[in-house]
């Protein structure tokens, strides 16, 4: 890899600023001085110091992130702000992407990542990894309806859906539910109880696999998943 491409990656600045910075004889491999961005290096087996600091090289960066409403789960649109608009300098520059999406008006947990294949893993139909949703909803749940989705039900275009887990969290005119799934339609949650004639007014994915939304992460705010919650999510 050319280091000047590495250290703009690492979050050191444009390639203009790494340039001026190499320049100025700060950037170290194997102990030598390095002034040419064009250089190239090994990140796993070469030594590279910044101002007598080691540069931690990392190829690829997973986040979570509570997506607020309103955003849209693109990597870029000419209309509305997409959750890669949210995203620091440092982690934008890794050119990562939503895993999967969440509707512009859902909120919730949300994977962005540059790793294709562990992308693949969470959101290949073939995996079945489960999503959790907690939703207001118009109308009163019922036992019938957790009976309903347990064994799926079918869509406004004839799809019947895989099993769901249905848990009432309150009942009455507006209710509160807990909805797991194991697939992805489009507006599937929205769709499955206007199945059963109910509207959702509001919804928010909370759990991916096994892993919960952090409770400390504010909406539109996110940060890197630690090499557990990695694992986590991979079954590992």
């Known amino acids: 890899m050319r280091m000047d491409k590495l250290l703009a990656n690492m979050g050191f600045g444009t390639r203009k600023d790494v340039k001026k910075l190499m320049k100025s004889g700060s950037v170290h491999v194997n102990g030598e001085i390095v002034k040419e961005g064009k250089v190239h290096v090994d990140p796993e087996k070469d030594l590279i110091t910044v101002f007598g600091e080691k540069v931690e090289y990392k190829s690829h960066v997973y986040l979570m992130m509570n997506k607020p409403q309103g955003v849209i789960s693109a990597t870029e649109d000419t209309e ?93 005119s507006i209710s509160e539910i807990e909805l797991t799934i194991t697939e992805g339609k489009y507006h599937q949650v929205k769709r499955m109880f206007e199945a059963v004639d109910k509207k959702v007014l509001t919804l928010k994915r909370t759990k991916i696999g096994d892993l919960t939304l952090d409770p400390e992460l504010e909406l539109g705010t996110y940060r890197e998943l630690s090499e557990d919650e990695i694992d986590i999510l991979l079954g590992r």
């Open 80 to 172: 509305h702000e997409t959750v890669i608009d949210l995203l620091l300098y440092e982690h934008a520059i890794y050119e990562p992407f939503p895993v999967g999406r969440l509707d512009k008006d859902t909120e919730g947990f949300l994977l962005i990542t540059n790793d294709g294949q562990f992308s693949h893993s969470l959101m290949s139909p073939k995996k079945h990894v489960p999503k959790t949703y907690v939703a207001t909803v118009r109308g009163i749940v019922t036992e019938e309806d957790v009976e309903q989705f347990k064994q799926g039900v079918t869509l406004d275009d004839g799809y019947k859906t895989k099993p769901g887990e249905l848990v009432i969290l309150q009942q009455g």
